[in-house]
């Protein structure tokens, strides 16, 4: 009996060992994520500090109710006041803290920052958190924002889900201009959660930079345009890319969307995904995807598409790719298979430069792809 004691001791040390040890190499893993500058050039295509946006005659300056250097719980206080009792709301000329509650945007608000503006939510340990609430709300914009999380302040490493700007259940809404950073899940996520469908969004002339799940996270949306947008350093905690299309269940929609001048980073998983294995549906749907002059450089993976599942009888519809450059990847195109005869994905234009593994090249990545169904890919000459 001691023989066995001894016995399971043993055993349970060395689970023990290599249960550090495996903790220790995915800390390592986490640890070897490089994050890089981006050049302000490259910004400067994208995103503009210094923009000016003409201020109508009814807007209502914030700065005349909050001090500046004011604590958190003041200044949030009286924000959210200015927007419940104000259609259009300039913030002060100065950056302001924001408690972990955040802001609520009520329906025609419009918000708009000035070049020195800046919302920054306090440092805190919550799973979840949201900055910019645009929830259950119609015509909304939100003008040259720039916003930050609390990721190097964070005081839990429990959580993924604190968001710069939380869309849900909402219609109409504008985001233009803006810089999203250091948050502690995504920069930027539409329909999170069991919602009703988001439609007519509009999110232009951006930069995303080091959010720690995802730059752009879309699960729910029937009408989205995202034109000009910057996605870099996502790292942290999966999926880990610049642009997330995941519907989190059968009754989501990814419908009417079109994505112009993407350009993706040095994220630490990939570049773009776009995913359909929770739609499980045989309700009828329909898949309306355009992607148009997409660039990744240096992230694993540069375009991953996720296929169709067996159980989504229901879908059809079309997935549109041109203009497909992908440099320094691991894996720079990715085609899972698609089970359903009626989605068809369409990639024209590709390159594909500098990959990481010397084996992969335009001919092998085309055979590849004639060997799966419903999918059709072409090169750049």
């Given at each position: 009996?001691?023989?066995?004691?001894?016995?399971?001791k043993?055993?349970m040390i060395?689970f023990?060992?290599?249960?550090?040890?495996?903790?220790?190499?995915?800390?390592?893993?986490d640890?070897?994520f490089?994050?890089?500058?981006?050049s302000?050039?490259?910004?400067?295509q994208y995103?503009?500090?210094?923009?000016?946006?003409?201020?109508p005659?009814n807007?209502?300056?914030?700065?005349?109710?909050?001090?500046?250097?004011?604590?958190?719980?003041n200044?949030t206080?009286?924000l959210?006041?200015?927007?419940?009792?104000?259609?259009?709301?300039?913030?002060p000329?100065y950056?302001?803290?924001?408690?972990?509650?955040?802001?609520?945007?009520?329906?025609?608000?419009v918000?708009i920052?000035?070049?020195?503006?800046?919302?920054t939510?306090?440092?805190?340990?919550?799973?979840?958190?949201?900055?910019?609430?645009?929830?259950?709300?119609?015509?909304?914009?939100?003008?040259?924002?720039?916003l930050?999380?609390?990721?190097?302040?964070?005081?839990?490493?429990?959580?993924?889900?604190?968001?710069?700007?939380?869309?849900?259940?909402?219609s109409?809404?504008?985001?233009?201009?803006?810089?999203?950073?250091?948050?502690?899940?995504?920069?930027?996520?539409?329909?999170?959660?069991?919602?009703?469908?988001?439609?007519?969004?509009?999110?232009?002339?951006?930069?995303?930079?080091?959010?720690?799940r995802?730059?752009l996270?879309?699960?729910?949306?029937?009408?989205?345009?995202v034109?000009?947008?910057?996605?870099?350093?996502?790292?942290?905690?999966?999926p880990?890319?610049g642009?997330?299309?995941?519907?989190?269940?059968?009754?989501?929609?990814?419908?009417?969307?079109?994505l112009?001048?993407i350009?993706?980073?040095?994220?630490?998983?990939?570049?773009?995904?776009l995913?359909?294995s929770?739609m499980k549906?045989?309700?009828?749907?329909?898949?309306?995807?355009?992607?148009?002059?997409?660039?990744?450089v240096g992230?694993?993976?540069?375009l991953?598409?996720?296929?169709?599942?067996?159980?989504?009888?229901?879908?059809?519809?079309n997935?549109?790719?041109?203009?497909?450059?992908?440099?320094?990847?691991?894996?720079?195109?990715?085609?899972?298979?698609?089970?359903?005869?009626?989605?068809?994905?369409?990639?024209?234009?590709?390159?594909?430069?500098?990959?990481?593994?010397?084996?992969?090249?335009?001919?092998?990545?085309k055979?590849?792809f004639?060997?799966?169904?419903?999918?059709?890919?072409?090169?750049?000459?």
């Amino acid at each position: 009996m001691n023989l066995l004691n001894k016995q399971k001791k043993i055993i349970m040390i060395l689970f023990l060992l290599l249960l550090t040890l495996f903790s220790e190499i995915k800390a390592q893993k986490d640890i070897k994520f490089l994050y890089k500058e981006v050049s302000n050039s490259l910004i400067g295509q994208y995103y503009n500090p210094s923009k000016n946006v003409t201020i109508p005659n009814n807007a209502y300056k914030a700065e005349k109710d909050i001090k500046q250097n004011d604590r958190a719980i003041n200044n949030t206080s009286t924000l959210q006041d200015c927007l419940n009792q104000n259609v259009v709301v300039v913030l002060p000329n100065y950056p302001i803290i924001i408690t972990k509650d955040g802001l609520k945007l009520n329906s025609n608000n419009v918000l708009i920052f000035q070049p020195n503006s800046k919302l920054t939510i306090e440092n805190n340990n919550l799973d979840y958190y949201e900055l910019l609430k645009i929830h259950n709300v119609h015509n909304i914009k939100i003008l040259n924002a720039r916003l930050s999380g609390d990721r190097k302040g964070h005081s839990s490493s429990k959580g993924e889900w604190g968001y710069g700007i939380s869309i849900r259940n909402s219609s109409d809404v504008v985001i233009d201009n803006f810089f999203i950073d250091n948050f502690w899940g995504d920069g930027i996520a539409i329909g999170y959660g069991n919602t009703k469908t988001n439609k007519n969004i509009v999110i232009k002339n951006g930069y995303l930079n080091n959010n720690r799940r995802n730059g752009l996270s879309v699960m729910n949306i029937d009408g989205l345009l995202v034109e000009k947008l910057l996605v870099s350093n996502t790292n942290g905690t999966n999926p880990m890319f610049g642009i997330d299309f995941e519907p989190n269940n059968a009754s989501d929609n990814l419908n009417n969307i079109t994505l112009n001048n993407i350009y993706t980073y040095n994220n630490a998983n990939g570049g773009l995904m776009l995913t359909f294995s929770k739609m499980k549906t045989s309700t009828s749907k329909t898949i309306d995807f355009n992607l148009n002059n997409f660039k990744d450089v240096g992230s694993p993976n540069g375009l991953m598409l996720a296929g169709i599942p067996k159980e989504a009888t229901g879908l059809k519809g079309n997935i549109k790719l041109n203009n497909i450059s992908l440099d320094n990847n691991i894996s720079p195109i990715t085609g899972r298979t698609i089970y359903n005869k009626n989605v068809f994905v369409d990639i024209q234009n590709v390159s594909v430069v500098n990959p990481q593994n010397k084996n992969i090249n335009h001919k092998e990545i085309k055979r590849v792809f004639d060997l799966k169904n419903n999918y059709s890919i072409k090169f750049k000459n």
